[in-house]
Nanobody
Framework: QVQLVESGGGSVQAGGSLRLSCAAS??????MGWFRQAPGKEREGVAG??????????YYADSVKGRFTISQDNAKKTLYLQMNSLKPEDSAMYYC??????????????????????WGQGTQVSVFS
């Protein structure tokens, strides 16, 4: 049984940092991503990662580029999202997701995530000014 469990969300002042974690049980994944959804808004792909043969490929939405960093520790079966210089508009529920596709591109997150096979329950991030 595959499960993804996010943690690390919370409430932080603008300009602060948070690190989200996504622990996978059952297996490791080479194609994963972070998504977020704010009330009344569509789900947005924030960052994607693809690891293959020792190489890592990442993608970031323009809204977070330069502030967020996605990484993966396969030994720990954990995906991370380091979020720096947080802004109030970053406030949302954040989800990690995994895709079983053999044709992964980290840019797949930009499509909103409908193709992803497994999802976590989400962790709330609130940024106040």
């Amino acid at each position: 049984q595959v499960q993804l469990v996010e943690s690390g969300g919370g409430s932080v002042q603008a300009g602060g940092s948070l690190r989200l974690s996504c622990a996978a049980s059952g297996r490791t994944f080479s194609c994963m991503g972070w998504f977020r959804q704010a009330p009344g808004k569509e789900r947005e792909g924030v960052a994607g990662i693809y690891t293959n043969l020792g190489s890592t490929y990442t993608y970031y939405a323009d809204s977070v580029k330069g502030r967020f960093t996605i990484s993966q520790d396969n030994a720990k079966k954990t995906l991370y999202l380091q979020m720096n210089s947080l802004k109030p508009e970053d406030s949302a529920m954040y989800y990690c997701a995994a895709d079983l596709t053999p044709f992964c591109s980290p840019r797949r997150v930009a499509g909103g995530g409908d193709e992803y096979d497994y999802w976590g329950q989400g962790t709330q991030v609130s940024v106040f000014s």
